[in-house]
Structures are given as structure tokens and as C-alpha cells.
């Protein structure tokens, strides 16, 4: 084997100071681009916490404040694993508050919701043919009905118009809202993947307007939770169950659906230690940014 002498292993060495010395100033650079975001987004969890105390709502901190993921808690009811897990913890937030789905439909509904049905069997056709189509969620109410189809990872979108359309035919006698409920990240993927196009309402609510059923509205996870926070700081609340229940639902569902990082996690990337907690803020960089947005929307709502 070849050995190096001496003083050229002394040049490298001084060479690699030198190359590290010019990467200095690119490396301070490199790592401002996720963590002055995360100060950001830490001052702004702070105020937020703050308003919350100050606020109506029964709870005294952003529901952010305590670290709900999956890999602190991987047992127990606040983890649903599925489409269907969520779908029936929303079912029961839908229950007993009319202002939930007011806020969330713009419907007025007076009081609660008559009945909350989950993954009823509609037949495919009028001779019953063995095929079925169950929405996930159909809300009554009087005259009127929601028909909600949650979505996580599933992107058969289309397969909505269909449910819709037999949702009206079983149930003809109300007038009808219906409902697509999906990750914000799906946006453009949903763009892409039905016809025809989606199209904004005057309000900027997005709509799917097929041919054989009612328009249906797309709706997403964070509108859910901006509802349910708009909700717990107005104290428009059901019931202290109630409102424990969307404070928690909120809560997991800002951090498993929407990524978002919990408090604790936030003042950890403010304040570095160490190489890893360094990186970490770039790799995540535009989650951050999308918290920080979401936020800044979210506590300034009620001023």
C-alpha cells in the first residue's frame, strides 16, 4: 500500500481549513433558509398561546402546544390509522353542533343535525344489481342533507359524482350539499385527475360541477380544523365533550394530516443544538412555511 508523506497529508489538511473556511459563509446562509423560519413560527405559537388565554375558549392553549404524533403516542383512541378512523371521529363532531356545519357548509341549520349516518349502502341501481356505493358521511337535517366523502391517500375522486348522484335518489325528497374532504397537498392532483374542471364560487370556494348531481364543493382538512378553532374561541361550543373532543381532534389532525409540527418540536428548531437539529429546519423548510401561513391566519381571526 502507498503511503502519503507527511507533509502532503499537512497540505491537505491545511487545504480542506481553507475550503472550509470559503463554505463558512454559504453554510450560514444554507442553514437561515429553515431556521428563521422556525423562530418565526415559535414566536408566533407563543402569541398564539397567549391569545388563547385571553380568548372565550374553554382551553387556555393553541392546540398545537402538546405533541400529539405518531411516534409519541402510538396507542390508544387519538390515532386513527384510516380514511374510516377519521371519518367517524368527524361524524361525531358533526352530531351535535349545528355551528360546525354551519361554518364548515354554510348551511344554516338551526339545531343539531336530526341523524349523522356513516357508510350507508346505496344501491348502484334501480334493479339491484349487488353493486353498492357507501358515502362516508351523510348528514340530515329537515329539509335539507350533506353527503360527505372523506379522503386521505385514496385519489378515486371520481367515483364521487356517482355517490352523489345516488345519494339524491334515495334521499330525493331533501335538497342536497355535497362534499369532497381532502388533504390540501391533493389540490393539484384532484386539478388533474376529474372532469370537468374545478372552478371557484364567488366566495373562492372551489367546485366540481358535474353533469348528474348537485355542484360538489371541495373542502379541506385545514378548513376543518380552522372551523373547530374558529368555534373553541368563540366558545360556540355543544358541550365540554364536545369541545374536548375538536379541541383533541384539532390537535392530532394538525400534526398527522397537515404535518404540522407541535410546539415543543418548534422552540427545539429556534433554538438548535447540535448539527441535526441544524439541518432538520432546511429539510422541512416549506412545511414550516406553511404552518407559519396557516397561523398567521388563524390568530389574528378573532381581533
Known sequence: MAR???SERALSTEQLA??????????????????????????LLDQSNEEWRRSDAPFDTDPLAADLSLTRLSHGPLQPTNEMGWSRWLARLLQPSAELVTELFDVEMGPPPEEVVREDQL????????VFRRPDILVFHATHGISIEVKLGDENYSKTAETARLVERHYDD???????????????RLGSLVEPLIEPRSDGQPVIEWDDSAPVS???????TTAIRSLLRRNSIADDHWAANAYLFCAVAEQRIMD?????VVRQLADPVGITDTIRPIRIA???????TYLRERTTYDR
Open 123 to 130: 344501491s348502484t341501481y334501480e334493479e339491484q344489481d349487488g
Open 18 to 43: 481553507r475550503c472550509w473556511s470559503e463554505l463558512d459563509p454559504w453554510w450560514d446562509v444554507y442553514t437561515d433558509t429553515g431556521h428563521a423560519t422556525a423562530v418565526e413560527l415559535a414566536d
Open 218 to 224: 371541495v373542502i379541506y382538512w385545514r378548513d376543518v
Open 4 to 6: 502519503i508523506p507527511a
Open 174 to 188: 331533501q335538497k342536497w350539499t355535497h362534499a369532497l374532504l381532502l388533504p390540501k397537498r391533493k389540490e393539484e
Open 286 to 292: 416549506d412545511a414550516l412555511e406553511e404552518q407559519l
Open 260 to 264: 404540522f409540527k407541535p410546539h415543543s
